[in-house]
């Protein structure tokens, strides 16, 4: 499997320069009143590199990223919030 890390990065600086001017500071599209442990463009691109890898189960990815990639995503949250929150 590839490295679901450079991927991400890859990924995340593409979706930076794309919705630039639609999120704020912290890079969420909408306030948030307690920050999250994860920004709104850090799920899009997690998201995307789920699908660029060909990652059809969320819980492949979950159960890579928690054991392979654990130092790799420290804020990394929960799956339930994280399908709430790729959904918006």
Known sequence: MHNIKTNFEK???????LFKSDVDSHSNFQFYPFRPKMNDLEIVSLSCCMEALSIDSEN?????LKK????????????SRFNRRSVM
């Open 11 to 17: 990924i995340l600086q593409i979706t930076k320069s």
């Open 60 to 64: 492949l990815l979950w159960s890579k």
């Open 68 to 79: 392979e990639y654990s130092s790799d995503f420290p804020n990394l949250i929960d799956r």
